[in-house]
């Protein structure tokens, strides 16, 4: 059996490696480790990791998973690009708000406010999650109060961590679905950086908010933070309705509405934010044969249809809010061990495994069948399906054999 260690685990772990096998845990030996990431800080450095054993996080995610470090991350790969390939090319990376670390750099940050009269900002704490410690503000004069009271009872910290907070520019149109906001959780596994191997899974969700939205109250997080955490505590919400849209309710809604021409752009533009944010820390993250990452990807919709990049998760939750939910859940976990592939039941050219499509390796992924097109050229389809049928256990059966054990005598 495989020896797997799981810490920290948020949900409903035990359930999901029932799956897998045997759960072992003896004298702190390990062949798989699902842990989290303040695990991986005190004890990766010092582990020693036989060839096959695989863990769920590069050594230095926080390069893409803390707000303030992704942003630098992608401000540098989108100058390089400019420099490189001129203004074109890097405005593909115009995905994400502008963005400034405080408080190193509130002056560059006053700068543009004062650029732009009566725009609405948000402050967050760079490695919180869940809503936690933001708030959205439109005066100076309210961020002034908030350093002085910060820098009050922070005056005995370590200076090191005085960059614990970004300001952005709050997103003031998003895409609104009977008069809510909703931003969109998509998950991508990366298992490897050098080269860059991607696969995106084709379920996810929408998470809305359970008030109308409106710019004339800033202060109320049940109409402006989408996060499920925050939304489960609104006075008015309902555990049956929940505040989730599957995907695929998403991508009928909007095609219907749309159209698939438009349908396609977008997602295809989603594509693009998750290769292009990966790329940006592809040569800062320490690349290594053990690890692998599920990361969960925020998106929020404009009004028009434009998608922005909000933030990158390490430990996306996987407590599920509905038995649907439990079951995508599941699914994603299960799928992210085949493509992980500890048993070697694969022969590592599949496009597809389960819910997982491989979007990028070394470069992108097309599907299978290459239209002709009318004009007698052939058209390329990137093979990425996400928000289309998931269809994982046909494709499954098909594409592994049964364990030896499993077969029929
Ligand atoms: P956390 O890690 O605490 O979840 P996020 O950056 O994901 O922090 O922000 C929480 C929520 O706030 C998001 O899900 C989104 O609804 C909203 N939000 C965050 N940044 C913006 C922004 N720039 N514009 C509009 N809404 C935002």
């Known amino acids: 059996g495989i020896k797997v260690e799981a810490l920290g685990y948020r949900g409903t772990w035990g359930q999901q490696f029932s799956v897998m096998g045997s759960v072992e845990k003896s004298d702190g030996e390990w062949d798989f480790n699902w842990c989290?990431?303040?695990?991986?800080?005190?004890?990766?450095?010092?582990?020693?990791?036989?060839?096959h054993v695989r863990i769920n996080h590069f050594r230095n995610h926080y390069e893409l998973t803390r707000k303030n470090l992704m942003v630098k991350n992608l401000k540098r790969?989108?100058?390089?690009?400019?420099?490189?390939?001129?203004?074109?090319?890097?405005?593909?990376?115009?995905?994400?708000?502008?963005?400034?670390?405080m408080p190193s750099e509130y002056h560059l940050f006053v700068e543009e406010f004062n650029r732009n009269p009566g725009s609405t900002w948000i402050m967050k704490p760079v490695a919180k999650s869940q809503g936690k410690g933001i708030f959205l503000f439109r005066k100076l004069k309210d961020i002034i109060d908030w350093k002085k009271d910060r820098s009050r009872s922070e005056e005995q910290k370590d200076a090191a961590h005085l960059d614990s907070y970004v300001v952005q520019r709050y997103i003031e149109?998003?895409?609104?679905?009977?008069?809510?906001k909703f931003d969109l959780r998509v998950y991508v596994l990366v298992t490897s950086y050098v080269p860059l191997k991607v696969w995106l899974y084709r379920d996810g969700f929408a998470r809305f908010s359970s008030s109308r939205f409106s710019l004339s109250t800033i202060d109320d997080k049940y109409m402006h933070l989408t996060n499920v955490s925050v939304q489960k505590t609104a006075p008015d919400y309902d555990p049956e309705k929940g505040c989730k849209w599957q995907?695929?309710?998403?991508?009928?809604?909007?095609?219907?509405?749309?159209?698939?021409?438009?349908?396609?752009?977008?997602?295809?533009?989603?594509?693009?934010?998750?290769?292009?944010?990966?790329?940006?820390?592809?040569?800062?993250?320490?690349?290594?044969?053990?690890?692998?990452?599920?990361?969960?990807?925020?998106?929020?919709?404009?009004?028009?249809?434009?998608?922005?990049?909000?933030?990158?998760?390490?430990?996306?939750?996987?407590?599920?809010?509905?038995q649907e939910d439990y079951e995508m859940k599941y699914g994603l976990l299960e799928d992210t061990l085949n493509v992980v592939d500890m048993e070697g039941r694969l022969t590592g050219q599949e496009k597809r495994v389960g819910g997982f499509d491989l979007m990028w390796n070394d470069g992108p992924v097309y599907t299978e069948d290459l239209n002709?097109?009318?004009?007698?050229?052939?058209?390329?389809?990137?093979?990425?399906?996400?928000?289309?049928?998931?269809?994982?256990?046909?494709n499954l059966r098909q594409l592994l054999k049964p364990f030896p054990l499993q077969k029929k005598i």
């Open 372 to 394: 002709l097109q009318t004009f007698g050229s052939l058209s390329f389809t990137a093979n990425t399906h996400l928000g289309c049928v998931n269809d994982r256990e046909k």
């Open 36 to 51: 989290d990431v303040g695990w991986l800080r005190e004890n990766f450095d010092h582990a020693y990791m036989e060839e």
């Open 173 to 180: 149109n998003p895409y609104l679905i009977n008069g809510r």
């Open 77 to 101: 790969f989108q100058k390089n690009l400019e420099k490189d390939m001129g203004r074109t090319e890097a405005s593909k990376c115009d995905f994400f708000p502008s963005t400034y670390a």
């Open 247 to 322: 995907m695929q309710q998403l991508r009928r809604y909007l095609t219907a509405k749309y159209g698939r021409e438009v349908v396609e752009t977008l997602f295809g533009d989603m594509d693009n934010i998750i290769i292009r944010s990966l790329q940006s820390v592809q040569k800062v993250i320490i690349n290594d044969k053990h690890c692998f990452e599920l990361y969960g990807y925020d998106i929020l919709l404009d009004h028009n249809l434009k998608p922005w990049l909000i933030e990158v998760n390490a430990s996306p939750s996987h407590a599920p809010s509905s």
